[in-house]
């Protein structure tokens, strides 16, 4: 068995539990077995002095979960409900975590996860983007942004350079501007990873 890797990243409140949701169903309707990881992002009240130490841990723990979960052989594709592009984000922003150190942690997080598995076509990240109107109209009250629009639109600067300075070759991101818009991207998102 061929174990693949879907991050699922991006924003809040763009849906990326939804769409995981559904490209879980897709994926075991044609007989694959899927593990879903949903990775919390650091609480914004941490500590200055042990943000990175908790950094860390999570990347030792990712990295041990991924490759146990991998040599377990029973997953076809493990999918991971956010990645570390959301630390390069949210660390600066909301932790007082300097840049360069977080560049340097997903680089190497990249290559180890990129070793872990057979070849680099078995890693793929997926983006999901929204404009600043729709994510205001979706909010939850727990993105870190807290309704303000000069902080999503830093966010969504700074994902876009997130994605573009991971090493992971099988990427793709989308925009989400509209509730209806996870039914139209599902095929696009099937047809880059099946």
């Excluded at 999918?79 to 942690?105: A, F, T």
């Excluded at 997130?162 to 139209?184: A, M, Q, T």
């Amino acid at each position: 068995m061929v174990t693949k890797l879907i991050i699922v990243d991006g924003m809040d409140n763009t849906g990326k539990s939804t769409l995981i949701a559904r490209l879980t169903k897709v994926l075991e309707s044609l007989g694959n077995t899927t593990i879903i990881i949903h990775s919390q992002k650091p609480p914004k009240d941490i500590a200055p002095e042990d943000t990175s130490a908790y950094q860390h841990k999570y990347y030792l723990d990712l990295i041990n979960m991924l490759a146990t979960l991998k040599s377990e052989r029973k997953y076809d594709y493990i999918i991971l409900d956010r990645g570390w592009i959301s630390e390069y984000v949210y660390g600066p922003l909301y932790r007082n975590r300097g840049k360069q150190e977080i560049v340097e942690d997903n680089i190497v997080l990249d290559k180890k996860v990129l070793s872990l598995f057979n070849i680099p076509s078995d890693v793929y990240l997926i983006m999901l983007l929204g404009s600043t109107k729709f994510l205001l109209s979706r909010e939850d009250g727990k993105s870190l942004s807290d309704n303000d629009e000069s902080l999503i639109e830093l966010e969504r600067t700074e994902f876009e350079k997130g994605y573009y300075y991971s090493l992971i070759d099988k990427k793709i991101y989308y925009e989400v501007d509209s509730d209806n818009e996870y039914i139209e991207i599902l095929p696009d998102v099937c047809r880059n990873i099946l």
